[in-house]
Structures are given as structure tokens and as C-alpha cells.
């Protein structure tokens, strides 16, 4: 599995968009970008994943740019119940397991 | 609810003990994986099965063991118990292995303390 830099940490004000950045600067073709996220030692919760193209669901915005080097996972309106550690991780499509780095600490404040 | 069942939440146990987690899949889900967490490792897979049996391991200590049952709900096994063991142990499930991210669920974890 491809490898992925996070910054350690991140503030973000309630209300505005978090923007949560990811390095994989050697991910291969078939691999995926996915996004979870814990909330204070609950389990990890899935937010959203991509190939090549930008995502949208309910939850966030996933945007990677062409040559999938990198991506942004964005939070449109944070709210408090936002803070949480949020992981980027890629895998091959049809893997098995997800491997889980340090990730960010957001933190939403009001 | 997440829809995987974890129990017990909560085991304190001394050390060379042994202890047996539970997990109940998502309804559906034939896949099961265990993580564990501590403080100082972050989330580190330990096993995964796939309808009864074993997929893929890995950094499962030789104390550690687990398997799935016909109805899919699966154990994991702690023997030797050190102090080292105490962290947060999580089972996650999906349909099959590989069959999108969102598929993979989380429990809300067993926390482990060792005494």
C-alpha cells in the first residue's frame, strides 16, 4: 500500500469549511483514496473514497487533483461534532485491509 | 449502531490471564477483521476472515488467536496476557473483501486493561 503524509493537526472554526490535506506521492493506478474518520476512541467511520475523480457525498467533498498525488478532503460547514482524527489511506481496489496511519487531529472550535 | 456488535465494552483482567472478544457482524457481511489500538501503535490489523476462514493476517502476536463461526459471528482470543496488551480492540466487517470502502463498518470496540 501506497504510503500518506497528513499534518499532524489542524484548527478549524464552526460553521467553515475544513480542508484536510493528503500526500501520496506514490500511489499506483489501481489504488484508492479513502477517507475515515474516529471521534474519541469509537470505532472509525467511513466517509468517502475515489479513484481519479472528485466525490461528493452527504458527509464531504473528496477532490484529487490529476495526477492523484495528493488530495483534499473537505468538511463544508464543521460543526463541533466534526472534531475528530481523520485518516487518508490508500489501497488497492479489492484489498482487504485498511492501513490506518497517524492522521490528523481536527479540532472544531466554536 | 453501527450494526457490528462488540462485547464485552469494557475487560480488566490481570496479567497471564486470558480473555475472549466477541464480535457480531453487520447483518449481511460475511467479512470480519480485527484491529487493535493503543496509545502508543495507533490501529494496527491483527486478522481478517472471510465466511469461516482465515484471509489475511497481520501483526497478530503467537498468543493471540481467532477464528469465525458458521453464523459468522467471529472471536479473538488473548492468552499470556501482558500489560502491553491493554488497548482498544476493534472489529470492523463488510460484504467480501475488497467490496468498497463503505461496506467496511466498525464496532464500537472492546477496551482491554491489563492489571
Known amino acids: 500500500d501506497a504510503k500518506t503524509t497528513q499534518p499532524p493537526s489542524m484548527d478549524c472554526a464552526e460553521g467553515r469549511a475544513a480542508n484536510l490535506p493528503c500526500n501520496h506521492s506514490?500511489?499506483?493506478?489501481?489504488?484508492?483514496v479513502y477517507w475515515y474518520r474516529q471521534i474519541h476512541s469509537q470505532g472509525p467511520q467511513y466517509i468517502i473514497h475515489?479513484?481519479?475523480n472528485n466525490e461528493t457525498n452527504e458527509m464531504a467533498s473528496l477532490i484529487i487533483t490529476e495526477d492523484r498525488k495528493s488530495s483534499t478532503l473537505i468538511l463544508p460547514h464543521a460543526t463541533l461534532r466534526d472534531t475528530a482524527v481523520y485518516y487518508c489511506?490508500?489501497?488497492?481496489?479489492?484489498?482487504?485491509?485498511?492501513?490506518f496511519g497517524a492522521g490528523t487531529t481536527v479540532t472544531v472550535r466554536a | 449502531d453501527s450494526g457490528v456488535t462488540q462485547t464485552p465494552k469494557h475487560l480488566i483482567t490481570a496479567t497471564g490471564q486470558r480473555v475472549t472478544l466477541r464480535c457480531s457482524p453487520r447483518?449481511?457481511?460475511?467479512?470480519v477483521y480485527w484491529y487493535q489500538q493503543s496509545l502508543d501503535q495507533g490501529l494496527q490489523f491483527l486478522i481478517q476472515?472471510?465466511?469461516?476462514?482465515?484471509?489475511a493476517k497481520g501483526n497478530i502476536l503467537e498468543r493471540f488467536s481467532a477464528q469465525q463461526f458458521p453464523d459468522l459471528h467471529s472471536e479473538l482470543n488473548l492468552s499470556s496476557l501482558e500489560l502491553g496488551d491493554s488497548a482498544l480492540y476493534f472489529c470492523?466487517?463488510?460484504?467480501?473483501?475488497?467490496?468498497?470502502?463503505?461496506?467496511?463498518?466498525f464496532g464500537s470496540g472492546t477496551r482491554l486493561t491489563v492489571v
Open positions: 506514490t500511489i499506483s493506478g489501481n489504488e484508492y
Open positions: 476472515y472471510y465466511n469461516g476462514e482465515e484471509r
Open positions: 475515489g479513484l481519479k
Open positions: 470492523a466487517s463488510s460484504v467480501a473483501p475488497g467490496q468498497g470502502a463503505e461496506g467496511y463498518t
Open positions: 489511506i490508500v489501497r488497492v481496489g479489492g484489498d482487504y485491509k485498511l492501513s
Open positions: 447483518s449481511g457481511d460475511l467479512s
